[in-house]
């Protein structure tokens, strides 16, 4: 059995990896608060949106536009994968990465070619190894992503698609089920399918300006920014939240290894006391 | 009983408006439109400026929006702010920026943390100053 000194100290270092955990826990509990608000606050736009271009779709407009039209052939994909930018969140990313690969061997195996966008550095970290074609890649969001950050990096998707470079465009996300469930998602982005909807059947009349053209090419692609841009926030959610929990469980784990160790601290030192007493006793008794 | 319009403004990140009010006067693409209860269907993309509302008995609210889409029925109104400056150079600009960092990530195989979130940041600096200026010359 090891010496006492020896037992005192390792459970001073693990009390200071607990007090860690336990900081983590609480901050990453109060940023997930923070987190899911936004992630509430991101909805009635894409709500909004989605009225418009349910409006425009039933408002019979001549022109198409290159996000509506299906390609025949499918011989190149493209994937925006979304990750966070630091690690200690459990599962969550690897649990992304891998329908994100599933999705893509699907693909591969019909012989496309996959072109990748990533969204957040564990992604570039691990796509890096990965042999798809990265396009674009952003990272070091933060907690409080903008819209305006992630333009850029979607627009190079967007483009490849409107000149058929790619011919379907998917998105890899995680689904904040609640704090103990989140659940990777991939999702189509492009073609987009206007979805039926009784509701909107009504038909507007609408004047258009500067034109059809120019109004339908700037709200869809904000909407596709939109959604990318929700499963963003959405995102930071499900990694405070799994941060949360992984940070939880090391806390209790650690929990469990200071009370083994505190009882083996105390039989060491009884063990000693008892050493030291009879050590007297005998020395007495020799007197 | 005076006729109203009920108007959403919501921006990508949050909602910004939401209520009944007189009139909106707002910055579109082809001149500034002034938008009363039972105006006829309208869509159109908006110019970075202010949006007036008018509601009664209240002041009159100023928003600034940065561009985005102005949807007009005759007694509902709906504005699809930005929240980013946006340009179609601008967005040529951020478009080659994504792929130049995809490649810096490929070659770099340490994937340097600290200098990858330095650069991070001096981008997010020069962005802000940027938009500063901006706002600053259409005060003017």
């Known amino acids: 059995m090891a010496g006492e000194k020896e037992i005192r100290t390792q459970i001073a270092s693990i009390k200071n990896t607990q007090k860690i955990t336990k900081a983590m826990e609480m901050v990453a509990a109060s940023k997930m608060r923070k987190a899911q608000d936004r992630m509430r606050a991101t909805r009635p736009y894409s709500q909004k949106m989605l009225n418009v271009i349910g409006h425009l779709a039933n408002a019979n407009v001549e022109y198409h536009h290159p996000f509506l039209i299906e390609h025949a052939e499918v011989k190149r994909v493209g994937f925006i994968i979304v990750s966070t930018d630091r690690g200690l969140c459990g599962g969550l990313n690897i649990n992304t990465f891998k329908a994100a690969l599933k999705a893509m061997q699907d693909w591969q195996q019909q012989g496309a070619e996959i072109d990748l966008c990533l969204i957040g550095a564990k992604g570039t970290a691990f796509f890096k190894r990965f042999s798809g074609n990265i396009i674009s890649q952003v990272s070091h969001l933060g907690d409080t992503v903008h819209i305006g950050e992630l333009i850029g990096t979607i627009k190079a998707m967007l483009d490849a698609y409107t000149e058929g470079t790619i011919d379907r465009l998917f998105l890899v996300e995680n689904e904040f089920v609640n704090t103990m469930t989140q659940r990777p998602k991939v999702s189509t982005l492009l073609p987009l399918v206007p979805e039926d909807n009784e509701e909107l059947k009504h038909y507007w009349d609408y004047i258009y300006e500067p034109d059809a053209k120019g109004v339908l090419d700037e709200l869809l692609r904000r909407y596709v920014e939109s959604i990318v841009y929700q499963s963003v926030v959405e995102n930071v959610a499900c990694e405070m939240a799994a941060r949360m929990i992984a940070m939880k469980s090391a806390s209790d784990n650690a929990g469990e290894l200071i009370s083994d160790l505190q009882l083996a601290y105390n039989k060491a030192r009884q063990a000693a006391i008892t050493q030291e007493i009879s050590e007297i006793g005998g020395g007495a008794a020799a007197v | ?140």
């Open chain 2, 1 to 140: 009983m005076a006729m109203t319009l009920h108007l959403d403004v919501v921006s990508a990140e949050r909602e910004l408006f939401s209520g009944t009010v007189s009139a909106v006067f707002a910055p579109a693409r082809m001149g500034d439109v002034g938008i009363y209860p039972r105006h006829t269907p309208l869509v159109t993309t908006l110019r970075p400026g202010e949006l007036k509302i008018e509601a009664e008995g209240k002041e009159d609210q100023y928003l600034y929006v940065s561009g985005g889409i102005l949807e007009v029925q005759p007694h509902v109104v709906t504005v699809l702010s930005d929240t980013a400056i946006r340009a179609e150079d601008l967005d040529e600009a951020k478009a080659l920026e994504a792929k130049q960092r995809a490649e810096d990530a490929l070659r770099d195989q340490k994937g340097d943390l600290d200098a990858a979130k330095a650069q991070a940041e001096l981008v997010r600096a020069a962005e802000q100053l940027r938009m500063i200026e901006r706002m600053r010359k259409m005060r003017k």
